[in-house]
């Protein structure tokens, strides 16, 4: 009898060691997606989410896009439409120098976009692509999602916390 409660104990710590292991892993993991995604905005990048599918195959629904300033013929480009509400990013079709404006077409549209776009609203040119990263970025900017991942991390902190109590507690 005492050596099946002796085997329970060590079964009982072996799991502890192994949540507590879990949880650092996953408390890691989302240390590493909030900077991963946040840093190239260190050198100057903007980022912003796809939303729509006028870019794919190249850039899926729901990616995070990393965008700079220079725009030729032929590169995508993030823009504020004239009203200032939507953020669209489309293929250059047409880079006019003198009239300062471009004229963009998403890749799996038919036709050109009707409204040429004026350089001022020019967000950047697309460097990079994270598929899927855009639906994290949408929901840790929102009211919820804040509130969620500051949740999330002390739930993470607390379930640490227990698992190292509750270690000591048997070990003594």
């Avoid at 939507?86 to 250059?92: E, K, S």
């Avoid at 077409?105 to 460097?127: F, I, M, R």
Wanted: with cysteine.
């Amino acid at each position: 009898n005492c050596k099946e409660t002796v085997q329970k104990g060590k079964r009982q710590m072996r799991l502890k060691i192994w949540g507590k292991g879990l949880l650092k892993i996953i408390w890691a993991i989302f240390a590493i997606l909030l900077v991963g995604l946040s840093f190239p905005q260190i050198y100057g990048m903007k980022c912003y989410s796809v939303m729509s599918g006028s870019m794919s195959p190249d850039l899926p629904v729901g990616s995070a896009i990393y965008v700079k300033e220079k725009v030729e013929k032929g590169e995508i480009i993030t823009f504020i439409t004239e009203q200032g509400r939507t953020m669209i990013t489309h293929r250059v079709a047409e880079n006019n120098k003198e009239k300062h404006f471009f004229v963009t077409k998403g890749d799996s549209n038919q036709y050109q976009d009707t409204k040429p776009v004026k350089w001022e609203n020019l967000q950047g040119t697309v460097v990079f692509c994270i598929p899927f990263a855009g639906y994290v970025l949408n929901f840790t900017g929102s009211r919820t999602g804040k509130i969620a991942a500051v949740f999330f991390l002390f739930a993470i902190y607390l379930a640490t916390e227990i698992f190292e109590g509750q270690t000591k507690r048997r070990v003594r």
